[in-house]
């Protein structure tokens, strides 16, 4: 019938297409319509919209989601999709529609590294799959020049074990010694132990024997320090590290002082000792004020 009458054909669709989004008067209904419309009405659909087809993709019934797939497939142009839309496509509980968003990211390349403020969450994907996908998908795609300081520091900060360590690795492949000071104060900001234990690897490299950026990291620097029964590999590196900038000017000396003097009152036995040890060392080679003072010992001898 609608071979012999095209309009027909229109109207027939039009008239089954609401079936799929109700609730079934009987068992069966949501597949007899789903099958006729994709195998026999699908060349008649017209004006099926993208938000018809997101409402198809998302019904709770199962035979209404595969005909959405169907439409996705065949009729959906990703190009009338946000990217935010595209990337909740892989996120989608049915894998045929993760492997569609899949799909387009290879397809077009040029819009994702466009959009790649938004198309980088398919790495927050919850499932593992699409994960996989995106981490193989950005390592191979996105050169150099596609990354950003804040793009990558923002991967390696994520919740999501597997892609804080692709941040992690991604940084340490397309760091750039021009960028360092900006990669370190970013890392440097962000609260998570491991985040700061990997901010230590750039310490050396980025902050040594420049007092500006040491008085910038002092909020890190505190961080760190002043964490209880953790971060100890993190602690000792910036105690080592400032001991070594301490030694290196007066000025820096007396910058190193004044925030392990701030440390010593909270700190664990440990770490006190520590760095009362640095202060120790570094008034003995400047004239800098520490509130440390040396007591002299009482000798007391035995008759």
């Known amino acids: 019938m609608a071979e012999a009458d095209p309009a027909f054909g229109v109207q027939a ?7 799929l989004m109700r609730s079934e008067p009987f068992e069966g209904v949501h597949k007899d319509v789903a ?13 099926v919209n993208k938000e018809a087809v997101l409402r198809l993709l998302y019904s709770k019934y199962i035979p209404t989601q595969v005909f959405g797939i169907a439409l996705l497939e065949q009729s959906m142009d990703p190009r009338q999709l946000t990217m935010n839309q595209i990337v909740a496509l892989g ?10 968003a899949w799909s387009y ?22 499932w593992a799959d699409t994960r996989e996908f995106a981490k193989g998908y950005f390592s191979s795609t996105f ?8 793009v990558l520091v923002g991967l390696a900060d994520s919740v999501r074990p597997d892609i804080e360590a692709f941040g992690r690795e991604l940084i340490t492949r397309f760091f750039r010694d021009e960028q360092g000071e900006d990669y370190l104060l970013k890392l440097s900001q962000h609260p ?5 234990l990997f901010a230590t690897h750039y310490l050396e490299r980025f902050a040594a024997g420049d007092l500006s950026r040491l008085q910038a990291l002092s909020f890190y620097f505190r961080s760190v320090l002043t964490r209880v029964h953790k971060g100890r590999v993190a602690k000792n590196r910036i105690i080592r590290f400032l001991e070594q900038e ?3 000017s007066e000025a820096a000396a007396q910058f190193v002082a004044d925030l392990l003097s ?5 700190a664990s036995i440990e770490d006190r000792a520590k760095c009362i040890a640095v202060l120790m060392q570094l008034k003995s080679i400047y004239a800098i004020q520490t509130p440390i003072k040396l007591l002299p010992v009482e000798e007391r001898t035995h008759h």
């Open 143 to 150: 050169e150099e020049g596609d990354w950003s300081p804040e």
């Open 192 to 196: 998570s132990e491991k985040m700061q």
């Open 35 to 47: 099958d006729l419309l994709r195998k026999e009405l699908l060349a008649y659909l017209r004006d």
């Open 91 to 100: 996120n989608h509980e049915t894998v045929q529609v993760r492997n569609w």
């Open 105 to 126: 990211f290879e397809k077009d390349p040029s819009r994702i590294k466009y959009e790649r403020e938004d198309a980088i969450r398919l790495l927050d994907s919850n």
């Open 246 to 248: 301490g030694r290196k």
């Open 262 to 266: 701030q440390i010593v009152v909270t």
């Open 13 to 19: 669709t039009e008239w089954l297409l609401p079936y």
